[in-house]
């Protein structure tokens, strides 16, 4: 069976999935028509599979941010691929190289991409990464959905640090409709997430989604500051945070490997936000995180609605990118 | 985690040069292709570093490398000039209107610091060029984006003005500016919300903010960490909004900001001010030179200078050089100008931001003896004060004791009054060529603390 079936396959199965992937489709549809194009493009261009199609292919995936290493690796797979089924023409090669882009990505780890929520007991989720990524904003959205699965929410402003942060967050629980423990601006961090693991327990909430400032990882004094963050709520609630995901702007550029690394090694991330990718930008730098540090992308930003927060699944991910193509080759292999 | 400069990946192709008597083409071939990597992890746009490489390329093929002993140093040189030039041109203050009020927008994408630089532009505009701002809160759409504005006004004592969230921004902008005159500021700077490029509604309402009265600046704020999709984002911005100005926020991050070499080759536009933190006077000039030596990773020197500066005490330092000068520089000035380089971090550390020190042979693992630098402190220690201000009377059964009282050799002590003899004659030519009009911050006494 061939990959775009399998896909087809996937999606098709239940009509809430189709829903979800139209609307992936849709907020990615400004990526995926960019690059499927090229893809088309570069497949009607180059009937032949050789050096010059490999080098623009090349070319394409740089240009999505996917980092030169990956590129290089990805590449070497493909020529090994392309020798051992002997394949000639561009026709096709596109499942190839969508089945590789996901075997780079996951590498025999099998981490999953779903959200850790704990059938009982209080789950606590702390949001990490730089400034301006969207940590606020994705949390808002994250508890409209939680929320929606007939979850209690309840919110942390642990951003004392930034001008506004905190009415931010407010605006956001007031549309969701849930509550925020909030202390004043310039206050401790740690005091506020103390404060609201006490209060969510007490209440008897589901789930505490927790903001903190964004900080620049080479920021020594701010990531020990995260660290502190971190241990209050390990020491409140045993096995917590249950999740820590890190927000990553998908227009960020090879440092995102960075940051990863360092947010990973200030507060053992567990997944990724990927943010803002309704724009032009790929976001293509996830595969060597995921490749290199094993932290999998768990959600999509794909607009600034409550409900343009969306799933990652990695075989999406790939159609979305490939999907006009794969339609295509679909449309060949029935004539 | 963090990337190879190119120095580094230039090492191996250089080593094998070295051997060989001439530099080919094929060489200098191969040393592009670890140039385009290095710029390619840099995140500088794929197009812009081929474009670059074949302008390299042909500088690099020319005579200058291949007659040059050092060709490695060379293409080095050769990238970063090119890089600078790329990047640099004019500096251009900001430009402001013949007839007030000067009316600078602030546009860009979600995220990337328009508030916050809103603030600190203000904050430089009436300190350094004594002009009276405000700030217009025309972020309608971000929750509490008003407030935020107002919180930094607040810091900054500067009035700002907003209609709240239900007003139209072309309305905000355009009632601003009457108050503008009303309150006789000079200079008015609209914060605008952050919006996708690709966004045709908002992207109208960015022109039609426009066509209120022509801005004698539009500011593209952008994140320092973009990836290759920073070239598509100042063309949208400049083509439908018309862009003047660049200014590249959060540069105090590790990354290397190859994204801002591609807006300044794609949009042609200067880079007009860096954000170097969150504080509100953390706005700076650009330096095409050191953004160069930063995306190449070639160590900062500025950002060393800057360190000593900010370690190094004025006064102490100026007391210093006229002692240089009238060389009654003693043991105890020694340890003093020890204890400020000390200041400055682990030595280690110093000694990477230090362009070229991953190059010079045996520095790379030559870690700083710092147990060198104890057993120095232990001689000086165990002078008496005479001995301090004057070593010539220093025989030998002075340093039998100097040793003893020390825990060292007489050697060590014999190794220390002779550095401290040739640092005194280095200080002196130094000083006197300083006085001719080079101005250059040196660290005598350093190379004693290498072994």
Known sequence: MSFFKKIKEKLTGTSESVSVSEKFKDGLSKTRNQFTSKVNDLVAKYRKVDEDFFEELEDLLLQADVGFETVVELMDLLRFEVQRKNIKDTAGIQSVISEKLVEIYESGDNSSNELLVQDAGLTVILFVGVNGVGKTTTIGKLAHRLKGQGRKVMLAAGDTFRAGAIDQLQVWGDRVGVEVIKQSEGSDPAAVMYDAVRAAKNRGVDVLICDT??????????????????????????????????????????????????????????????????GTAKGGIVLAIRNKLKIPVKFVGLGEKMDDLQPFDTDKYVYGLFADGLEQEDKNELN | MAFEGLAERLQGTIQRIKGKGKVSEADVKEMMRDVRRALIEADVNLKVV??????????????????????????????????????????????????????????????????????????????????????????????????????????????????????????????????????????????????????????????????????????????????????????????????????????????????????????????????????????????????????????????????????????????????????????????????????????????????????????????????????????????????????????????????????????????????????????????????????????????????
């Open chain 1, 213 to 278: 400032a964004g900080r620049l990882q080479n920021k020594v004094n701010l990531m020990n500051e995260l660290q502190k963050v971190h241990r209050v709520i390990e020491r409140e609630v045993p096995g917590a945070p249950h999740e820590v995901l890190l927000a990553l702007d998908a227009t960020t550029g090879q440092n995102a490997l960075i940051q990863a690394q360092s947010f990973k090694e200030a507060t053992n991330v567990t997944g990724i936000v990927l943010t803002k990718l309704d």
């Open chain 2, 50 to 451: 081929k474009d670059f490489v074949k302008v390299v390329s042909e500088r690099a093929v020319g005579v200058d490398v291949m007659k040059s002993l050092t060709p490695g140093q060379q293409v080095i040189k050769i990238v970063k000039e090119e890089l600078t030039v790329l990047m640099g041109g004019e500096q251009s203050p900001i430009q402001f209107a013949k007839k007030p009020p000067t009316v600078i927008m602030m546009v860009g994408l979600q995220g990337a610091g328009k508030t916050t630089t809103t603030g600190k532009l203000a904050n430089i505009l009436r300190k350094k060029y004594n002009r009276n701002p405000l700030l217009v809160a025309a972020d309608i759409y971000r929750p509490a984006a008003i407030q935020q504005l107002q919180t930094i006004g607040k810091q900054l004592s500067l009035p700002v003005f907003s209609l709240g969230t239900d007003v139209s921004p072309v309305e905000i902008v355009r009632q601003a500016l009457e108050q503008s005159k009303v309150d006789h500021n000079d200079v008015v700077i609209i914060d605008t919300a952050g919006r996708l490029h690709i966004d045709e509604k908002l992207m109208q309402e960015l022109k039609d903010i426009r066509a209120l009265k022509e801005p004698d600046e539009v500011f593209l704020v952008v994140d320092a960490m973009t990836g290759q999709d920073a070239v598509n984002v100042a063309q949208s911005f400049d083509e439908t909004v018309g862009i003047t100005g660049v200014v590249l926020t959060k540069l105090d991050g590790d990354t290397r900001g190859g994204a801002a070499l591609s807006i300044r080759s794609i949009a042609q536009k200067p880079i007009k001010f860096v954000g170097m933190g969150e504080k509100m006077d953390a706005l700076e000039p650009f330096h095409p030179e050191r953004m160069a030596s930063r995306i190449l990773g070639m160590g900062d020197m500025m950002s060393l200078i800057e360190k000593a500066q900010a370690n190094v005490d004025e006064e102490k330092a100026k007391e210093l050089e006229e002692k240089f000068r009238t060389q009654s520089f003693t043991f105890d000035d020694f340890i003093d100008q020890m204890n400020q380089v000390k200041q400055m971090g682990p030595l280690e550390d110093i000694i990477k931001m230090l362009p070229g020190a991953g190059k010079i042979k045996g520095l790379e693992n030559a870690k700083v003896d710092e147990k060198q630098m104890g057993r120095v402190e232990a001689i000086i220690y165990a002078m008496t004060p005479q001995e301090k201000t004057t070593p010539d009377i220093i025989n030998s059964s002075r340093k039998k004791r100097i040793a003893k009282g020390s825990g060292t050799s007489i050697q060590d002590v014999n190794r220390l009054l002779k550095q401290f003899e040739d640092m005194k004659k280095m200080m002196k030519q130094m000083t006197n060529m300083q006085q001719k009009g080079k101005k250059k911050m040196k660290m005598p006494g350093l190379n004693s603390l290498f072994k």
